[in-house]
């Protein structure tokens, strides 16, 4: 009996010793990294190539609502292909699952050319690519320039291909993703053991991304992992709540690792370029613009006006301008808001409407600001979007101020003085100016000038601001020294209520014996 209870003993923790090494085993299995499935081998482009570009798209206009599109293009990788397109489909459905409408080129599921890409890329915003890479000139280690796509036989995609056909069809903030593509994260399958060096991975894949940096799309993503493509997809699309920059969308799919992330520079403002690998293993890699948070799919409310400005005339009480009005504007979607201000010297009207028609009016109250004391007042405008929810910019100040002010003529000099030497028979200067202005309000001031002394005359007598008035001396004697003094009175005749209406200038003509002084400075030419 005890012979048996042993045995089923030691049957029982060979059972369970059994068990525990399977889980482990399993585990173990799990927690292993995943490998790069594949990486279709390169090809090189002819030293001959050339292309004819496409005409450029018609000039677009941002309509009120627009749903999102991608392209999806499987190129020509042999055994291979039925592997990419599986890959690919996995990113499609996560790109529909999210509302967008996916254009799939798959290389044998259909004819198709790259004028059909471009056409179906007008408008994207997202661009993805599974394929071969490509390079042109140099050896496969060492290339000359890589970039671009292969669709199929006797189809390449040359990088200025890409530049010229794409510029300014797709859609603003767009992204692209490669997966698999040689040179296009820094690794090739033809790199000997141990390389590429950072320095050449990061030169490859700043080529690679170089055309979609330059047509403006703000996120190029490159990772050789199988479902890769979808995760970033998922990751742009997250809820906008919790949507993560591109830059923490690269750090958070596999196989960034921290310990092998280099944070390197690209040669354009605000763009970065980063790998996530070492030598001999680079795998993925980001450039762009690490802050950018895809907005496409949110209502957006376009930026207002910071401020509206107005003047108020205390002597006339007229209103500059009578009115402003703001347009709200909705991008990708209608969008119905509403209106509160603060201050209590204009109005706003209507209080609320929707995208694309409604308009806002801000209108000054001149009989309250009739009560104001000269200054500078202000108010805000507060514009909010009620729907949908989560609009982007849904909430928005505008600071409204107005200047209230009472006209004064100004700022006119006290004296003027002119010299006349009889040696030389010279008058410095022949004639002196006076620029009347308003500097108090905006208003227009009707003037007129008497002058008191015979020894100069002015002109014009009379007129309105802004204007120039001119002083000459004339009708002295020039043989004789004297101090000739007078004095211009310039009287505003309306409106009335201005401040100090009427300014006079002392003038002064000395005639004198002596000799005029000049003096000369040099003056230095570059040929």
Not at 45 to 61: A, E, K, R
Not at 279 to 306: K, Q
Not at 405 to 424: E, Q, V, W
Request: hydrophobic content about 40%; glycine content about 8%.
């Amino acid at each position: 009996m005890k012979d048996r209870h042993r045995a089923s003993r030691n049957l029982l923790w060979s059972f369970s010793l059994g068990l525990l090494l399977l889980l482990a085993w399993t585990g173990a299995l799990a927690a292993q990294t995943e490998t790069p499935s594949h990486i279709a081998p390169p090809l090189r482009g002819p030293d001959d190539y050339t292309f004819t570009p496409l005409p450029p798209p018609p000039p677009s206009i941002a309509p009120a609502a627009v749903s999102l599109k991608a392209v999806a293009i499987v190129g020509d990788v042999g055994d291979s292909t039925a592997d990419y397109k599986q890959d690919m489909e996995q990113a499609v459905a996560a790109l529909q699952s999210h509302g967008v409408a996916v254009e799939r080129f798959y290389y044998g599921d259909r004819t198709f050319t790259w004028a059909d890409i471009v056409t179906a890329a007008t408008g994207a915003h997202f661009l993805l690519y599974m394929g071969h890479g490509v390079h042109w000139g140099g050896s496969c280690s060492q290339p000359t320039l890589v970039g671009g796509f292969y669709l199929g036989p006797g189809q390449l995609v040359h990088p200025d291909q890409i530049r010229s056909d794409l510029n300014g069809r797709m859609a603003s903030g767009g992204v692209v993703i490669i997966s698999h593509a040689c040179f296009s994260a820094g690794q090739t399958a033809c790199d000997p053991s141990g390389q590429p060096s950072q320095e050449e991975a990061a030169r490859r894949v700043q080529m690679y991304a170089a055309p979609f940096v330059d047509i403006g799309l703000k996120a190029y993503f490159a990772n050789n992992y199988f479902s890769s493509a979808r995760n970033y997809v998922n990751e742009i699309l997250a809820d906008p709540a919790t949507r993560k920059t591109v830059g923490d969308i690269f750090k958070s799919v596999y196989p960034y690792s921290p310990a092998k992330f280099r944070d390197l520079s690209y040669p354009a403002p605000e763009y970065d370029l980063w790998l996530s690998g070492e030598p001999g293993s680079w795998h993925d890699a980001f450039a762009g613009i690490p802050s950018y948070r895809f907005t496409a799919d949110l209502c957006e409310l376009l930026l207002l006006p910071e401020v509206l400005t107005f003047t108020y005339s205390l002597a006339t009480g007229a209103v500059r301008p009578p009115t402003r009005t703001l347009t709200p504007t909705g991008l990708y979607c209608p969008l119905t808001w509403t209106v509160t201000r603060s201050g209590d010297w204009f109005t706003v009207s209507p209080t609320s409407g929707r995208t694309p028609t409604g308009t806002l009016t801000v209108q000054p109250l001149s009989t309250t600001l009739a009560g104001y004391a000269i200054g500078r007042y202000t108010g805000t405008i507060t514009v909010t979007v009620t729907d949908p929810p989560g609009t982007a910019n849904g909430v928005q100040r505008v600071w409204v101020t107005v200047d209230v002010g009472r006209p004064r003529l100004g700022n006119l000099p006290p004296a003027l003085t002119f010299t006349y030497f009889i040696s030389d028979h010279t008058l410095i200067p022949q004639a002196q100016r006076l620029d009347l202005r308003n500097v108090g309000s905006e208003d227009g001031l009707n003037w007129t000038a008497v002058r008191s002394g015979t020894w100069f005359t002015f002109s014009p007598p009379s007129g309105a601001t802004p204007q120039t008035l001119w002083i000459t001396p004339t009708g002295f004697l020039t043989t004789t020294p004297a101090t000739y003094t007078g004095r211009l009175t310039v009287t505003v005749v309306s409106p009335t209520g201005v401040l100090s209406p009427a300014q006079s200038v002392a003038l002064t003509l000395q005639v004198t014996g002596g000799a005029s002084w000049r003096a000369y400075l040099p003056c230095v030419f570059r040929q």
